[in-house]
């Protein structure tokens, strides 16, 4: 166990740095080489040729590649300094240097957007758990009824329905208009109430649509392990029905819901970018949309960085729990 | 026990319905049938049959026959678990011990279930749950039925892992199924049914899983355990050679139904029933010289939806045209007597059938 968990974390940390290395040259090197200059898209397209040549001095992008990319790589643990003539700025650790709008270190943008793509992933995460898991595990065990039928129907529209949609359907109904909710965000830290009635919606929303592609899988796995042998030979032991499925059956659905919730956490926490569009939270998905739009490439790096350690650690943390659930995974 | 049981009779008379037989286990008139969209599959078609401690009856016949189905109707593994709106469709009456299954709370058949009755799987390696380890699905199969803590249920294991004869015991109790071979297993999944020192065991092809090897050593094991714990054993198997080896009495089924069923030494030795003959003439044997080509069962088994009227096995009988009047595709045969506690269900004549027996099919074999 513990050298499965030693092999996993090894990989791990070989696959951060694969990915800071190709996410870097895509996003660095590709408009080099397509001619397009990124220190005239940093000043400006009127720019003075001398502060053209400024910037390029400063950002390093007269430098060979390989110390492009390292600099890069050293600025994220170390921190990197800046200088051009008398121009010196120190970048401390983890510099993921700075917009090329704001000016802003992207460092900071990131932390205070982070907790808000977090708190909406993560509380959506235990509302479709909970709804989807056992809206699919009542479906599979009412198989073929009417409760199964409408419950599947409502998860074809969950499955069907956009974000855009559902969202401004739920902002229209609950916040415009019953006005039971101000849908503004409020941070955690000013306000507990604020900030619950600000994510509730955006919540059930995202929910809405995982939640229905969690009782589809849920429901097809129970039904697939409830023919499984070992699940007779749970009720020829004696034991009650309510063992059987919560803890025979149980265990062994949990298997493919876990590998979908890692992946499906981990890109929601790099941004999602419909959801915070809609209900306007400060997220990481609104802060990437903005920077596309900008050609704010720092930014749009460092919100990419930031989705693949998610996804990565995402995967990680799946991976740990897969081999406390199955032992078979244990061996290989 | 009276006198009767004593003497070992493990199949009883055929019975009309009347209320408390006197053996441990009598089947009578069991019907399970299962709704599907192509028609009404009728698995077991009214099965009688009955069955004394310390006996052991084997259940023969090809794949979809109706063993299995049997088997967990006794279990009422059919009832247990149901969801949605398909349901088997149970009928007859199953006497355990003076109890009527059918019609008993299912809750108090489920608590019979893995204590007075249990019951050996075929494929150990998807009969055992992947995720726990054996002793955990011992440990919780003991549990069930008796009130004690961890520790001494644990105890219990090492000592059914033990008498099953996996060695080291109390090391292999922590290990996972997939860390067992084969015939492990298949004595891992014995230490757990008998763990509650069931009275009636079920063994449904308990080594059709196995290689040939390791058959013979849980074909013993089973034996052993049923002269430790007087139990009575139901064998289910398309394969002669496990009967022979183990079974007081044998059951043959067809299409759902008996069709012949007697002492093992007379069903194997003067086998009244065309299809027995073909399952006779379809086992290899090593202990002949020169065999010629082995002689299968023309055709495939019967549709369950549709049986053939009359015999069920009349398409594929070769002597199907020798009785009057077609009777053979027309009227179902009852079940009669050809001997001592053994009967059989067919048209032909007795006189005719022990003269095809003797003169057409022995030789052969």
Redesign the interface.
């Known amino acids: 166990m513990l050298a499965y968990l030693i092999r996993r974390l090894f990989a791990a940390a070989v696959m951060l740095v694969v990915i800071i290395l190709v996410v870097f040259s895509i996003f660095f090197l590709v408009p080099k080489w397509a001619g397009v200059d990124i220190a005239t898209s940093f000043v400006g397209k009127q720019a003075d040729p001398h502060a053209v040549a400024a910037v390029r001095e400063k950002l390093g992008l007269s430098d060979p590649i390989f110390i492009q990319v390292w600099h890069f790589f050293k600025g994220i643990f170390v921190g990197r300094t800046y200088s051009a003539g008398g121009d010196v700025t120190h970048c401390a650790a983890p510099c993921f240097g700075y917009s090329f709008r704001s000016e802003q270190s992207v460092w900071p943008v990131l932390t205070d957007r982070f907790p808000v793509t977090l708190g909406l992933a993560l509380g959506a995460a235990v509302l479709w758990l909970v709804f989807g898991v056992a809206a699919g595990v009542l479906s599979?065990?009412?198989?073929?009824?009417i409760w199964?039928r409408s419950a599947m129907v409502i998860a074809l529209g969950g499955v069907s329905l956009p974000i855009y949609f559902t969202g401004l359907l739920s902002l229209a109904i609950f916040s415009y208009g019953l006005n039971w909710i101000n849908g503004q965000y409020v941070p955690l830290d000013q306000s507990f109430s604020g900030w619950l009635g600000g994510m509730i919606l955006p919540w059930i929303t995202l929910a809405f649509l995982y939640a229905a592609m969690y009782a589809r899988i849920t429901r097809a796995t129970m039904l697939e392990i409830?023919g499984?042998?070992?699940?007779?030979?749970?009720?020829?032991?004696?034991?009650?029905?309510q063992v059987?499925i919560g803890k025979?059956a149980m265990?062994?659905t949990m298997t493919p819901i876990l590998t979908m919730l890692g992946m499906d956490l981990g890109a929601l926490i790099g941004g999602a970018i419909l959801t915070e569009t809609t209900f306007s939270l400060p997220g990481l998905g609104q802060a990437v949309l903005t920077a596309i739009k900008n050609q704010d490439l720092p930014i749009i790096l460092g919100v990419t960085l930031i989705t693949s350690l998610a996804v990565l650690l995402a995967n990680l943390v799946v991976d740990i729990l897969y081999a406390v659930?199955?032992?078979?995974v244990r061996l290989s | 026990m009276t006198e009767l049981s004593k003497s070992g009779a493990a199949v009883g008379e055929p019975t009309d319905a009347s209320p408390a037989p006197t053996a441990f286990l009598e089947v009578r008139d069991l019907k399970v049938h299962f709704p599907t969209d192509d028609g009404l599959v009728k698995s077991v078609d009214g099965l009688s049959f009955s069955l004394e401690k310390g006996k052991t009856l084997g259940i023969v016949g090809e794949s979809g026959s109706g063993k299995s189905v049997t088997s967990l109707g006794i279990m009422g593994l059919h009832t247990a678990g149901q969801y949605g709106k398909r349901k088997a469709q149970i009928s007859g009456e199953i006497w355990l011990d003076g109890t009527e299954l059918l019609s008993a709370d299912p809750d108090h058949v489920r608590k019979l279930r893995g204590r007075q009755m249990s019951m050996i799987f075929q494929d150990p390696l998807s009969a055992l749950h992947p995720y726990y380890t054996i002793g955990a699905q011992i440990v919780e199969a003991y549990r069930i039925h008796h009130d004690v803590d961890k520790k001494t249920a644990r105890r219990r294991a090492v000592e059914m892992l033990d008498r099953v004869g996996i060695p080291q015991p109390d090391k292999r109790v922590d290990s996972y199924p997939h860390e067992f071979s084969g015939g492990m297993r298949q004595r891992a999944m014995i230490a757990m049914s008998l763990v509650n020192n069931p009275e009636l065991l079920i063994a449904d092809e308990p080594t059709t899983a196995l290689d040939v090897t390791v058959q013979a050593q849980i074909l013993d094991l089973i034996r052993d355990l049923q002269k430790e714990f007087g139990s009575a054993v139901i064998v289910i198997t398309h394969d002669l050679g496990v009967v022979a080896e183990l079974a007081d009495d044998i059951l043959v089924m067809y299409g759902g139904r008996c069709v012949e069923r007697g002492p093992a030494e007379d069903v194997f030795y003067q086998p009244r029933h065309p299809y027995t003959w073909g399952l006779l003439g379809s086992m290899p044997r090593l202990d002949r010289e020169q065999q010629d080509r082995l002689i299968p069962v023309k055709g495939s088994p019967p549709s369950l939806i549709n049986i053939p009227s009359g015999c069920a096995f009349n398409p594929r009988c070769p002597y199907a045209d020798l009785p009057k009047d077609n009777v053979t595709r027309t009227v179902r045969p009852e079940l009669a007597e050809v001997g001592t506690r053994h009967w059989a269900a067919c048209h032909l004549g007795k006189e005719q059938r022990e003269r095809i027996w003797t003169e057409e099919i022995a030789p052969k074999l």
């Open positions: 599979a065990l009412k198989r073929g009824t199964d409830l499984e042998d070992y699940i007779r030979t749970a009720r020829a032991k004696g034991l009650k029905e059987v025979h265990r062994s659930i199955d032992p078979r």
